[in-house]
C-alpha cells in the first residue's frame, strides 16, 4: 500500500495516541519545520510540527500536496543537533533523522520499509495551528453524532458553508479536516462528523442503508446551518465515493440546499459499480466487449447469491467453469468476488445492490459540480460522465470535470499506470471546488 494511504489510515486510527518526547533540550525544535522531501525525481511539500504540551512535547508532519494534516508521529527524541521520529504505518515504522545544519535549516532523510529513499530540507518557520475547531453533538436517528465545525477566521459572516458526506466504511471525520481548512482560508465554513458507530457517533453503519445514513447528513446540516446562521441555500454537500448516492438523497429531504459537488461519486447502482474492477481490467488487457459481458453474467450470479441470503452454488459453477479461460487469470474476480462474507455484509448490502440514484440527481434544484478521475478504478467513471452529461443536456444544472491521470482517491498517478512515492491530488483541485461553491451561492 502508497505512503499517503498508510499516513491516512494512521491519521484516522492514531490520531489520539501520540507519543511525547520530555522538554529538555528540545527548545531549539519547537516551532515548525516546512520544506521539501525528495525521492528520486519526486518531491513533495512537507511540515514538521515540534509542540509544547508541557511538560512534554509533541510532534505531528503534514503532507502538504497530498492533503494530510496532522499525522501522529512515535518516540521523538530530541538532542542539542538532531530530532528523530518514526511515522507509524501499515508496513512498520518509518524512521525519520534529521540533523541541524544551522539555526534555522534541518536536513536528513526518511527511511521506508528499511531503505532511506527520501531526503528532506526544512527551514523554520512559526508554529502552524489549526484553525479553531469546534466540537459540538447533533442527534440523528441512531443517537448522537459527534461533528465539527470549522469557521473561517478573517470572514465574518462565512460566505458559504459545506457538509462532507463519506465514503464508504468506517469512516471518521478526520479525513476532512485538510479540506475544511482549505475552505476556511477562502471564507468558507465547513461541518464534518464521524460516520454512526465511528469515533464519538453512536449507531452501527454497517447495518444502516442510504436513506439512514442520508437522514445523519441532514440532522448535521442542521446543527451546521443553527451554529453557524447560515441559511440552508448557503449550504452544500461535498461528497465522496459513496456519498455520491447518500448526499443526492439527503438532497431530496429539503428543497433549500445550496449546491452539490461529487467526487469519484457514481451515477450508476451499486451493482454495476461492484462490477466495475473486473471489467476495466478485462478492457484494459484488451479484451473483446463480448468476454467483458461473459465476465460480467458472473458476476450477476454472485449479485444473486447476495440475494439469496449467501447461497451463491450458481456462482461457483459458472467460476469453475470460466477458470480455464484465457481471461479469467488476467481478472481479480475470484479475490474480490469471495463467497466467504460476513453476514452483516449481506444484510447490508441487499436493499442498496440496486438503488438508482438517478431519479434523485434529475430532480435536484440546485448547481452540481461533478469530479471525476479518468484512471478510477473503483467505479465506472465513463458511465457515470454519460448519465450525468444526459442529466445536463436535459436542463439539470450539472457540471462535469475530469481529470486526466486521477485514479478514484482523486490522486495523480504515472502515465504507465504505477503510483508515485508521494500521490498528490491536481493542483487546482481545491480551487475548482472553492470557485464552484463562490458562484453557486452569489
Known amino acids: 500500500m502508497k505512503i499517503f494511504i498508510q499516513l491516512l489510515l494512521v491519521t484516522l486510527l492514531l490520531i489520539s495516541n501520540l507519543s511525547c518526547s520530555q522538554l529538555e533540550p528540545a527548545d531549539w525544535a519547537i516551532g515548525s519545520w516546512t520544506g521539501t522531501a525528495s525521492a528520486g525525481q519526486e518531491q513533495t511539500a512537507i511540515r514538521i510540527n515540534v509542540r509544547e504540551v508541557a511538560p512534554e512535547i509533541v510532534v505531528d508532519i503534514d503532507l502538504l500536496d497530498l492533503g494530510v494534516i496532522g499525522i501522529p508521529t512515535r518516540d521523538p527524541v530530541i538532542t542539542e543537533n538532531t530530532l528523530e521520529l518514526a511515522i507509524p504505518s501499515d508496513s512498520g515504522l518509518q524512521p525519520v533523522l534529521l540533523e541541524r545544519q544551522t539555526e534555522n535549516l534541518l536536513t536528513g532523510t526518511w527511511s521506508e520499509t528499511g531503505k532511506v529513499d527520501a531526503r528532506l530540507r526544512l527551514q523554520s518557520t512559526d508554529l502552524f495551528t489549526l484553525p479553531s475547531e469546534q466540537r459540538l453533538t447533533s442527534q440523528g436517528d441512531a443517537g448522537s453524532l459527534g461533528l465539527s465545525v470549522i469557521m473561517p477566521e478573517n470572514t465574518s459572516p462565512p460566505l458559504a458553508g459545506v457538509v462532507f458526506v463519506h465514503g464508504s466504511g468506517p469512516e471518521a471525520r478526520d479525513a476532512s479536516r485538510y479540506a475544511a481548512i482549505r475552505l476556511a482560508e477562502s471564507g468558507i465554513a465547513s461541518a464534518f462528523f464521524d460516520k454512526r458507530g465511528v469515533g464519538e457517533s453512536t449507531g452501527n453503519w454497517q447495518d444502516a442503508d442510504f436513506n439512514e445514513l442520508a437522514s445523519d447528513v441532514l440532522a448535521v446540516t442542521e446543527t451546521f446551518a443553527a451554529t453557524t446562521g447560515l441559511s440552508m441555500n448557503q449550504i452544500g454537500f461535498i461528497a465522496t465515493s459513496q456519498g455520491g448516492w447518500v448526499a443526492p438523497l439527503a438532497a431530496s429531504m429539503t428543497d433549500e440546499l445550496g449546491f452539490l459537488i461529487t467526487i469519484s461519486g457514481p451515477a450508476t447502482t451499486p451493482k454495476e459499480e461492484g462490477h466495475w474492477n473486473v471489467v476495466r481490467e478485462l478492457r484494459l488487457a484488451g479484451f473483446a466487449e463480448a468476454v467483458v459481458s461473459r465476465a460480467?453474467?458472473?458476476?450477476?450470479?454472485?449479485?444473486?447469491?447476495?440475494?439469496?441470503?449467501?447461497?451463491?452454488?450458481?456462482?461457483?459453477?459458472?467460476?469453475?467453469?470460466?477458470?480455464?479461460?484465457?481471461?479469467?487469470?488476467?481478472?481479480?474476480?475470484?479475490?474480490?468476488y469471495s463467497t466467504d462474507l460476513p453476514e452483516w455484509f449481506i444484510n447490508w448490502y441487499q436493499p442498496v445492490m440496486n438503488f438508482d440514484p438517478m431519479p434523485y440527481l434529475a430532480d435536484l434544484d440546485m448547481p452540481m459540480l461533478a469530479i471525476q478521475g479518468d484512471q478510477d478504478e473503483e467505479q465506472p467513471w465513463d458511465r457515470t460522465a454519460d448519465l450525468l452529461e444526459s442529466l445536463a443536456q436535459a436542463g439539470n444544472d450539472i457540471s462535469i470535470y475530469i481529470y486526466n491521470n486521477v485514479n478514484h482517491a482523486m490522486r495523480l498517478i504515472n502515465p504507465d499506470g504505477t503510483s508515485p512515492r508521494w500521490p498528490g491530488r491536481p493542483t487546482d483541485f481545491y480551487d475548482r471546488q472553492i470557485n464552484f461553491i463562490l458562484e453557486s451561492v452569489d
Open 296 to 336: 460480467d453474467a458472473i458476476m450477476d450470479l454472485w449479485d444473486l447469491g447476495i440475494m439469496q441470503d449467501g447461497d451463491f452454488s450458481e456462482y461457483i459453477q459458472a467460476l469453475n467453469a470460466a477458470r480455464n479461460e484465457d481471461w479469467f487469470a488476467q481478472t481479480s474476480m475470484e479475490r474480490i
